[in-house]
């Protein structure tokens, strides 16, 4: 397994995290849409947004998945925050980055990846939205193109939440 390695601009990055003012919040209904028509547009039964801090990807919507948090050292999603282009890992048991990943060898079983980077008005990455299968599985450019248009809807819901929550301090 390959840790992801830090991006140059973390310190950047982290800020624009915290100002979002949304780790640790409670679910909200408008992310856990798009989380749970992902899933059925896919037909896979994980779907994430996930936000990348110091120490960990912490999930403002987990559809699929019982836990609210990973450890970033053996996050899918630290990888893909380092890229411009989604990460698509079509079987992760033949990635060297992944194969001996323990989310891959045990729950929940990871065959297949695909995350797509939130993104700031400001150019910082803050997290993902990803898809999740426990089988190998492959994504064609119309499947990319709807991704893109669902990690787009989901980082405006961010920066419109930070717009809502700044205008009532």
Known sequence: MI?????????????????????????????????????????????????????????KSAFGLDVCSTSRDI?????????????????????ERFFDNPLVIGDPHIRFYAGAQLILPTGQTIGTLCLIDSKPRVFDKTDL????TLRNMVASELVDNSDKTYKHL
């Open 75 to 95: 996050s899918f999603c630290g990888h893909a925050i380092l890229q411009e282009e989604i990460l698509i890992v079509e079987d992760a048991t033949k990635d």
């Open 145 to 148: 193109l709807i991704f893109s």
């Open 3 to 59: 840790s992801p390695p830090k991006p140059r601009n973390e310190n950047e990055r982290l800020d624009a995290l915290r100002n979002l003012l949304i780790l640790d919040t409670p679910p909200e209904e408008r992310f856990d849409r798009i989380t749970q028509f992902a899933s059925f547009e896919f037909d896979v039964p994980i779907v994430l947004i996930t936000l990348v801090d110091e120490e960990r990807q912490w999930f």
